[in-house]
């Protein structure tokens, strides 16, 4: 992505860069620490909770989306973003990026607090990938069913390889593939209209998604049951 361009062609993509980088260097002042996060950095900062008999607050299903445990890990999701933020946003317009980031961010932490929580295995789950599942989910979905097949192909097949190498690298695949189906639900019902959305709409959606995400940080902090 063109950064010089991105104000202007990708700004919510930019936004959610800006929004993910935010939230480290919050953690990193509050913890003291660039390099990585431990495990009460973590639920500080708002990671995911499954899998444990403690009460926690669901809105972290949002604010996860936002947390990463250590500069690798954000470097990784955030240009992974820039890219396929970019192009789903020229794509489908920035409104429904932004509501998808948010959507997908909570389906696929939902995901895995589900799935985890069946197997009564505690995990601490983070990071913005299941969201940029999502938004690949979209661009792929949305490509198939406007006749761009082979977009369509390797993006599906560059979710599988994910896949397989997050079983060989323990990655949380449930957050994926929640991302990943989400996504591309929203992609199908946005290709049965693909005209641009109206200027009013997409304000809305963008403000909405960045409200939604400023309350649930303010919620987790403030929650009694697991800060």
Do not use: C
Not at 32 to 58: K, R
Not at 89 to 106: D, F, K, P, Q
Not at 184 to 190: D, E, H, N, S
Request: glycine share 10%; hydrophobic share 50%; net charge positive.
């Amino acid at each position: 992505m063109n950064w010089l361009r991105a104000p202007t062609r990708a700004p919510v993509t930019l936004g959610l860069v800006a929004a993910n980088l935010a939230v480290y260097l919050w953690m990193a002042i509050a913890s003291h620490t660039l390099s990585g996060f431990d495990y009460a950095a973590m639920i500080y900062g708002g990671a995911n909770i499954v899998g444990t008999p403690q009460e926690v607050s669901h809105w972290r299903w949002l604010t996860a989306a936002f947390v990463h445990f250590n500069l690798l890990h954000l470097a990784v999701n955030l240009w992974t973003l820039s890219q396929i933020g970019a192009i789903s946003e020229r794509t489908i317009g920035s409104g429904l990026i932004a509501a998808t980031y948010v959507t997908t961010g909570v389906v696929g932490n939902l995901a895995s607090a589900l799935y985890h929580g069946w197997r009564h295995q505690p995990q601490q789950t983070a990071g913005a990938s299941g969201a940029i599942l999502g938004l690949i989910g979209v661009v792929a979905a949305y490509a198939w069913r406007t006749g761009q097949k082979g977009i369509a192909s390797a993006l599906i097949t560059n979710f599988v390889i994910l896949l397989a190498l997050g079983q060989v690298l323990a990655f949380d695949n449930a957050t994926h593939v929640g991302g990943f189906v989400a996504g591309g639900l929203i992609g199908l019902a946005r290709a049965r209209r693909p005209e641009p959305l109206p200027r009013r709409l997409e304000v809305t959606l963008v403000a909405t998604s960045a409200l939604l995400a400023i309350a649930a940080f303010a919620i987790v902090r403030s929650y009694r049951g697991y800060h």
